[in-house]
């Protein structure tokens, strides 16, 4: 790693995304993988699918890197690819759930029952289930601030919530999860791999 590469490490995103704009796209790579496993778990949280979470990220970070002059305040430029990511997910689960309740109604027609086993087949964990198992709108909140430890007002700009919405929703998601919980290592939550971190960018990284 060269003395600019190492340099560019401590660099605040704000700066980092005026360099790539200059033509260093090569520093693109700093800003994946500060973000991989947020966007990971944040996904994660939404679409319960490993492997479409991870297809879900890269089309998140080429996006955004082709929209990247757009970005007005830069030093945003975290909240704003989890946004990019949360309104790819959301789109792609309710494409999924349409697609589902069409082969669903397909076997039912055909008297044949669905495999309704693979989403628990799918979590590793008694945490991971609990989590999974949240209404929608507490699971985000519940991942966003205690797992990756965004900000209120981080979580607010993402999911276009008020301040006493994000507080009272975090508030009834602990009281959902409080006994599965008791004792649990929340950083060890859908724990994105390294592996697929280097896939990722190296697939962005080619793309860009």
Do not use: H
């Amino acid at each position: 790693m060269s003395k600019s590469q190492k340099d560019a490490n401590l660099l605040p995103d704000e700066q980092l995304v005026e360099r790539i704009l200059k033509g260093e796209k090569e520093l693109y790579e700093k800003l994946i993988r500060k973000y991989d496993q947020r966007l990971f778990r944040v996904g994660r949280s939404i679409i319960n699918d490993e492997a479409e979470v991870r297809d879900i990220m890269q089309n998140t970070y080429l996006n955004a890197y082709l929209r990247l002059a757009s970005l007005q305040n830069r030093s945003k430029f975290g909240t704003w690819v989890i946004k990019i990511l949360v309104n790819e997910s959301l789109l792609r689960k309710k494409r999924n759930l349409k697609r589902q309740q069409t082969l669903d109604k397909e076997l039912s027609d055909e008297n044949e029952t669905p495999l309704k086993s693979l989403l628990n087949k799918e979590l590793k964990t008694l945490l991971e289930k609990a989590i999974v198992e949240l209404p929608e709108k507490y699971k985000l909140v519940f991942v966003m601030r205690e797992i990756e430890e965004m900000s209120t007002i981080e979580t607010m700009e993402v999911l276009n919530l008020t301040e006493s919405n994000v507080k009272i929703r975090l508030s009834r998601s602990k009281e959902l999860l409080r006994e599965k919980l008791a004792g649990k290592k929340l950083k060890e939550v859908f724990k994105f791999k390294i592996p697929y971190c280097d896939r990722i960018v190296n697939y962005i990284m080619n793309k860009i």
